[in-house]
């Protein structure tokens, strides 16, 4: 690939300024013919399920014993455009499949390497022993006519879970093997320009998976078809740098333009850069190109922010590099790609550094999955969930164990959340450094993005083929990004093997070896790449096995691990620990630690439960990692019948120099808060109002309630927010609370409660956090557990009035309007 730098352009005489004849448009850019759309979602498909075993129940595919014999041969019907798909299920990618599969029977015989049919996926009748679910066929039409003959066709897939075949109208046009490295295939040689049908067929394979947690099935991030003339940028061709300096910004693209037409082409590069209310802040300058066919030239250009703003978690201040590709006044491609400007850096003395200034990284771990949909999880919902972390103080996400969506980073650089991108492989294999090339080309224009993990607790780590299987790997990713240091997440040999290849090591819950560590190794940057894991069933106080509950006081976790009070006092005295991340900001399905035996169907690590309603655990790091805004919370509820005169234990979380507590109206005594930790009390039960009040500098700053509950009376709803975005995209909230009738919670409703949406809007899923709940996530009615329950709902195309509501028998209902705003 020839590297053209806009230098060598002038040395070769290949560069000049654009004519000064052409027309300029507002923005001070020439007016011309604009290209053809290049991006369009493909968001609606007709799906069903196939099978691994009965070649009728699979369409056809594999009936014939030379099933690959001949390239756009039948393969399978349901691959063929006239095949009739007007019985399938209409559905909206991103899509899980198996979300709303039964859960397998505990005791039904399945193969004794089957993970799929027991506790890490969730207990979801999917995998070798359930073949009737494993495999998922999907269909699309696209429109395509006589213009784009000649043109470049692609579809983009963000992540398909997990083996797939992509069909075009008959033809296997691509493979892909990732559960999560997007991938590309080029479909323009299949299609019918002549007005007859064009039909994406997808064959999706989720017998097997990937990883030890639940894993969802099917298409569950975008897709998108992508035209671009011959001469083209690639998708992810744009690599921006932004440099802070003492006179505003340098700004540095570094553009691929491709020339996959049967001549030699030349045009030129415009450039510029605008800010976020759209006008623009520099202009880069132009760069006159001659590009052979089949070739692919490589241009730098460099501009001048002045006066930037700097992307930063509180200020998530982001730009956006336009290109421009014209041959004569012809635009014949138009690009554009997002990018924040701002400096990392990891230190073994002061931690990380964000544009110059030490940051703690106060952060979770996360696996893509949520209550009611599964992985497949809306752009909207995707922004609501880093929305619940960011109100607890976290201001990092570690992508466990795979690369994230494409929404999830674009969430994240908008809220100001820092992104650790994990490979799913530890290896140098050509299969595994094609993902990893494909995922740190398109994500290395995030600003949130701020380091590469190469690998999670690997058999290797420690050994010399480790540190030769890690070495490859960042070597591939120093030529792709050389802006970004490395690192892994050791659960030991934090000193051998991969760990003397990284940048950064990663501390997997063994906080207290850190510091001995620290003392060995003072020029190595670490931090804590898995911390905490405290287990706690949401709104129970008291330890069950029997019913697989745990208490949610920070008491609760697994040998390898620690309470969240116990690793954050360790890393927040400590400058040269860059900041930890909680494993996990939610509970998800899956993994069932502590009871790996049905009926646990999720985790209970999460600080959020599955449906991002808080525990205790989450006010305390509420406390500690926002300080500046005072807090007290209150454990546990005070509705305890039939233990009068028998001692609670109470605690307090908060961040107030003092905490007084109260009971009736009672003082209990005040006591000082000790940094980073609680308080406690024993207080024997008496029915009435338990009140703590927190105190600065003899002012009371802060309180919190729990009051004793009559019976259940009413359900509250509320929403995220009232004015939604019609289209198909957005998502509300809806939050159903059940109250007594002086409107307090009770605290162990469980009633059955129904969800009903009027207007252009429909419900897509339901939950309520309880990790033992066997009910369905795809419905429109679910039991509160511990008082709550959550249903999710998708605005639809028209949007306009929307009312939605929630019943439970014997209970008062509640409503709430909505509005679906188009534009």
Sequence with gaps: MPRITRRDLIATGSIALAGSGLAMSAAGHAATDRPVQRRERLARWRFHLGHASDLDRDFGFGRNQRTFAKAGAATADAALPAFDDSAWTAVRVPHDWAVALPFASPAAPAPKDSEDAVAAHGFKAIGRAHPANSIGWYRCPIAVTAADRGRRIVLAFDGVFRDCLVFVNGHIVGRNESGYAPFEVAIGDFLDYDGGANVIAVRVDATLGEGWFYEGAGIYRHVDLIRTDPLHIPESGIVIVGEPGAEGARVSAATDIVNDGAGEASGVLRQWITGADGATVATLPEVAFRIAAGETAHVEAQARVPAAKLWSVDSPNLYRLHAELRVGTRIVDAHEARFGIRTIRFDAARGFLLNGQPAKLLGTCNHQ????????????????????????????????????????????????????????????????????????????????????????????????????????????VRRLDPTRPTTFAFDNSWDAGAARVVDVVGFNYRTDKMEAFHAASPTVPIYGSETGSTVSTRGAYANDAAAHVVRAYDTEHPWWASTAEAWWTIAAERSYIAGGFIWTGFDYRGEPTPFAQFPSISSYFGVLDTCGFPKDNYFY???????????????????????????????????????????????????????????????????????????????????????????????????????????????????????????RPVPDAADLLRFKVAGDAAIIGVGNGDPTSLEADVASERRAFHGLAQAILRIGERGGPMLASVTAEGLRGDSVRLVGMKG
């Design 621 to 743: 790091y509420r406390a500690w990692w926002r300080p500046e805004q005072p807090l007290v919370h209150l454990l546990p509820h005070w509705t305890w019948p039939g233990k009068d005169g028998q001692p609670v234990e109470v605690w307090v979380h908060g961040n107030c120099a003092e905490v007084e507590l109260l009971l009736n109206g009672r003082s209990l005594g005040r006591k000082a808060m000790p940094r980073n930790r609680h308080l406690a009390w024993s207080v024997p039960y008496a029915p009435g109002k338990l009140e703590a009040r927190g105190f600065d500098g003899g002012r009371r700053v802060a309180r919190d309630v729990r009051e004793t509950a009559g019976r259940a009376a009413a359900v509250v709803l509320t929403a995220d927010k009232r004015i939604a975005r019609a289209g198909g995209d957005d998502v509300v909230m809806l939050r159903a609370e059940v109250v007594d009738a002086r409107g």
């Design 369 to 476: 999955d949520h209550a009611g949909v599964g992985t497949g999880i809306p752009d909207a919902l995707h922004a609501w969930r880093v929305a619940q972390l960011k109100a607890m103080g976290s201001n990092a996400w570690r992508s466990a164990h795979n690369p994230p969506a494409t929404a999830l980073l674009d969430a994240c650089d908008e809220a100001g959340m820092l992104m650790i991108v994990e490979a799913r492989l530890n290896s140098s294999d050509d299969e595994a450094a094609s993902q990893l090339d494909r995922i740190v080309r398109r994500d290395r224009n995030h600003p949130c993005v701020i380091a590469w993990s190469l690998g999670n607790e690997e058999p290797q780590q420690g050994s010399a083929k480790g540190a030769r299987i890690t070495a490859a790997m960042q070597a591939h």
